[in-house]
């Protein structure tokens, strides 16, 4: 697991082979960069990716922002230049695609271990295959165990959607049990969880109101594909003042002594029991988690 809390609104992806958006993200107000070698990048441009992204997260170039490089696929012919690279440049974590089984992961952890991975290097697992979904309890159950550790699902609605056939329309009704399924098998096993991408970039009310789904649905934060899709992500994944406000009233009431022992007060007229204690906590460290501009 991580060893403090992040905020992880917004996750933007970068391409590798981009000299100029990977230098702007040295100013862009995400929480998360994604450094991508797969996707974003064309075979022909596969080395001079990796020798970029390198270069950039070895320099330290992004200040606090967490970093993270998605490698190519176990089954690609760059996956173990990628890991080895990635390891050497230590980012914060190494996001891997196309994992489906619970073999995958241990077949991630396996090359993360032979490149010399400390546990400071955090494993991200792409959730974007319909075997994943299916087995996504059983992967995030590995976040528990021995190895790299795994810290955060990512999940691939382009993917989910071309593979199965289902359409990301207005509301996203397919893939909502999908999602569901992620959050909950991130949250059994203490994982972090980010919800896939939007990809209008003209329509601006669309994308809230997947950012404001997505918060529904209990994600942490939203992948992106666009710089100026981050504040919206930033402002929707954040709690507000009010929620921060009624956070603190719950636990100072909770604090008090005459409620030390209770499992069931009441604040301002409503019942309050020891799972919104929790709760607030959560929010309170969300906040705190939250970087200010550098």
Known sequence: MAARPRARRSALYIPGSNARALDKGRSVSADVL????????????????????????????????????RVNGLESPWIARDIAAAVACQPDAVLIPKLSRIEDIRRARA??????????????????????????????????????????????TNDLARETGVRLKGGRTGVLPWLSQCVLAARAHGLAVLDGTFNDLNDWEGFHAEC???????????????????????????????????????????????????????????????????????VLETVTAILPPE
């Open 34 to 69: 994604i450094l991508d070698l797969e996707d974003a990048v064309p075979a022909e441009q596969k080395e001079i990716a990796r020798a970029s992204v390198g270069a950039a997260v070895g320099a330290r170039a992004y200040g606090r922002r967490e970093v993270v490089i």
């Open 111 to 156: 090359a993360l271990h032979a490149a010399q991975a400390g546990s400071d290097i955090a494993l991200w697992a792409m959730i974007e295959t319909p075997l994943a979904v299916l087995n996504v309890a059983a992967i995030a159950a590995l976040g528990e165990g021995p190895g790299v550790p795994i810290e955060c699902l990512v999940v691939g």
């Open 212 to 282: 404001e789904q997505g918060r529904d649905l209990g994600m942490d934060g939203k992948t992106l594909i666009h710089p100026r899709q981050v504040q919206m992500a930033n402002d929707v994944f954040a709690p507000s003042a009010e929620e921060v406000a009624w956070a603190e009233k719950v636990l100072a009431a909770f604090n008090r002594p005459e409620n030390a022992t209770k499992a069931v007060i009441v604040v301002e007229g409503q019942m309050v029991e020891r799972l919104h204690e929790r709760m607030a906590h959560r």
